[in-house]
């Protein structure tokens, strides 16, 4: 009788896994979202893998990194000694440790890495895809934009760039915001601080979410987590804050950079003169200030009447013993707009951009478009004029002009937006992007066995 009871309930309990696969797939096809984002995986796969086999390598920093890691293997803790046939390191610490990982797997060889860049790439388009399922702005079909760009394609597994890295750690640090895991989130995002410097151009808006979506106990964790985050970056710097510590600091945390005027994208019709002045990086500086101030109060801000009034009631609420209307959990698509925004003024007051530095935008391209008040074809348009000057070799007057233009008129259409409230009345489940959730986790953990 014991027999034949388990027997039943294996049986009723294979009928629920049958009946549970077999509705995945209707369920997957009723939102077309979530069935282009997978079918835009599986192309993109295809692509890349027809990319890293028939198209040739572009040698250009991989050489220098792994001489850089070479170097720090050997017992090398002086950051000016860790140079490479393009320059010395300039990068923090964590990237050390991410290549000197690649070194080991592929043995510093180019096509294992491709092979390990392309399976990078598909995570990280998995990611961004995730977010986009996730918030409602995007019609099905814009989400193919995506996977359009032959510059980004070149810079994941034609160049190797440590940028990849980088804006994955972001895009998941972001993914894990969305579904409220904030201080791992804080974690993750401090993982791509430690690759490359860039990714501190999220950190205003990230934070006036943070303020935001927490209580006062929130708030303090959240302090609790970014002194994780500096902590973080001081354990992975320790062998030489340790050794070297004026050398790591000077140089992985130089924020007065001077680049090479021949490589920028965006302000090649700039005389050369003038771009390496220092006057203009304070000027591009003042207005990077100014338009983050200006997006904060009249923005991000607005529905709680301006960024001075809230963050004096954030101030008056941690003073305050009496209950507190925090937490407000933030819809989706503010969050994700928020820190898209943030991170485009800083690209746009960028004394420079390199073609690589592409990748730490274009992700955010088809969202910020999305959310201004441009009709579809002019969206499309401009998405195509940045894809066309970026893909200009060597830039020129023109191309960077053009680029420019297009970057202020999509910062003119964010400012004409409409903004909405913030927050949400309730946490939503989303059983598609649940399900794509799932199936991404599935297929990212197929590939990396």
């Known amino acids: 009788m014991a027999v034949k009871n388990s027997a039943s309930v294996r049986a009723k309990r294979s009928r629920k896994k049958a009946d549970a696969s077999s509705s995945l797939i209707p369920k997957l096809m009723k939102n077309p979202k979530t069935t282009m984002a997978l079918a835009l995986l599986i192309i993109d796969s295809l692509l890349v893998s027809f990319i890293i086999a028939y198209v040739p390598y572009t040698k250009i920093d991989w050489d220098a990194y792994m001489s850089q890691v070479s170097g720090f293997l050997g017992g090398e803790r002086d950051y000016k000694n860790l140079k490479g046939d393009t320059g010395p390191l300039v990068y923090p610490a964590g990237f050390l440790y991410v290549y000197s990982a690649i070194q080991y797997v592929t043995g510093g060889q180019v096509f294992p890495a491709q092979i390990l860049f392309g399976i990078l790439y598909i995570i990280n388009l998995g990611i961004v895809l995730l977010i986009y399922v996730k918030t409602d702005v995007l019609p099905w079909w814009a989400l193919s934009l995506l996977c359009l760009s032959k510059r980004v394609h070149s810079i994941f597994v034609l160049r190797l760039f440590n940028d990849c890295f980088a804006m994955t750690f972001l895009h998941a640090a972001m993914a894990s915001i969305l579904y409220g895991w904030w201080h791992f989130g804080l974690i993750i995002f401090s993982a791509a601080v430690s690759i490359k410097m860039n990714v501190l151009l999220f950190a205003p808006s ?56 021949f490589w920028s994208v965006n302000f090649k019709f700039v005389s050369e003169p003038i771009f390496v002045s220092k006057e203009f990086a304070i000027s591009l500086l003042i207005a990077h200030l100014v338009l983050l101030l200006v997006f904060a109060h009249y923005k991000w801000c607005k529905h709680e009447g301006g960024l001075f009034k809230f963050l004096y009631s954030r101030i008056r609420c941690c003073l305050s013993s009496s209950s507190s209307p925090w937490p407000k959990p933030l819809k989706k698509e503010h969050i994700v707009a928020t820190m898209f925004a943030g991170n485009f003024i800083g690209i746009i007051c960028a004394r420079s951009l390199h073609y690589q530095f592409y990748s730490w935008y274009f992700y ?86």
């Not at 999509?410 to 992007?433: C, H, K, V």
Request: glycine share 4%; charged share 10%.
């Open 206 to 261: 990230l934070f006036i979410l943070m303020l935001k979506a927490m209580n006062i106990s929130g708030v303090i964790s959240a302090l609790a987590g970014a002194a994780l985050v500096q902590v973080l970056q001081i354990v992975l710097g320790l062998p030489f804050l340790v050794s070297y510590p004026v050398e790591y600091i000077s140089r992985a945390f130089n924020l007065g950079r001077i680049f090479i005027h």
């Open 364 to 449: 955010s391209l088809p969202y910020l478009l999305w959310i201004t008040p441009f009709p579809t074809l002019l969206r499309v348009l401009i998405f195509v004029g940045v894809e066309l000057c970026w893909n200009v070799f060597p830039s020129n007057l023109y191309s960077s002009l053009l680029l420019l233009c297009l970057h202020l008129l999509i910062l003119f259409g964010l400012w004409y937006s409409t903004p909405e409230n913030p927050y949400a009345s309730r946490e939503i489940f989303d059983p598609f992007a649940h399900e794509y959730h799932g199936v991404i986790s599935l297929v990212c953990n197929a590939m990396l066995v």
